[in-house]
């Protein structure tokens, strides 16, 4: 199966600085990937599919990029309410799905 | 607004088989790919499987001679069967709609947590 591996584990940032999150695929998944935030007792939030595309009513300084084997998300200045654990997951080989193991956003 | 929600109970012993409904609204079971995940307290995301109206499910391969997923359209829900629980199943189990097969999920359940304790 395919691993993803999220980089770093925990990211602690002010308002409106930038942040940076990295998933990095064990093979190649071409541009199959997705992003979710995942806040307190709530379920995921679909931020950015196909590594680049925004979905429904997700903000702009939301922002995928990469391919193949290296990704990243980027939220370009930081709001209070950005705080969560954000996970990767490809669907470009599968059975299985895989997600990877989180990067927890704080925010200062 | 599709709309998906969890139900089933709480509590099981180890070796008791664990059953889960998800109850559809605002979209057909009949189109789309109704899938399970599920989250150890704590931990990531696991994926289980999907249903398909128009095809066989797919399951996770390690956990696929313990899981049946289908559908009952007649309640647009979908279900989740996992037999012989142990501890290790103790999770919040979503549902989730994907418009690929194995796709993005771009609607939840809020989850249901599933805890297996003797």
């Known amino acids: 199966e395919v691993v993803l591996t999220q980089s770093p584990a925990t990211l602690s940032l002010s308002p409106g600085e930038r942040a940076t999150l990295s998933c990095r695929a064990s093979?190649?998944?071409?541009?199959?990937l997705a992003w979710y935030q995942q806040k307190p007792g709530q379920p995921p939030r679909l931020l950015i599919y196909?590594?680049?595309k925004r979905a429904t009513g997700i903000p702009a300084r939301f922002s995928g990029g990469g391919s193949g084997t290296d990704f990243t998300l980027t939220i370009s200045s930081l709001e209070p309410e950005d705080f969560g654990v954000y996970y990767c997951q490809q669907r470009n080989t599968w059975p299985p799905i895989t997600f990877g193991q989180g990067t927890r956003l704080e925010i200062k | 607004q599709v709309q998906l929600q969890e139900s089933g109970p709480g509590l099981l012993k180890p070796s008791e088989t664990l059953s889960l409904t998800c109850n559809v609204s605002?979209?057909?079971?009949?189109?789309?790919?109704w899938t399970w995940i599920r989250q150890p307290p704590g931990k990531g995301l696991e994926w289980i499987g999907y249903?398909?109206?128009?095809?066989?499910?797919h399951y996770n391969p390690s956990l696929k001679s313990r899981v049946t997923i289908s559908g009952d359209t007649s309640k647009n829900q979908f279900s989740l069967r996992f037999n012989s629980v142990a501890a290790a199943d103790t999770a919040v189990y979503f549902c989730a709609r994907s418009t690929y097969s194995g796709g993005w999920y771009d609607f939840w359940g809020q989850g249901t947590l599933v805890t297996v304790s003797s």
């Open positions: 605002g979209a057909s079971i009949t189109t789309d790919y």
């Open positions: 196909d590594a680049s």
């Open positions: 093979e190649g998944v071409s541009y199959f």
């Open positions: 249903f398909s109206y128009s095809g066989s499910p």
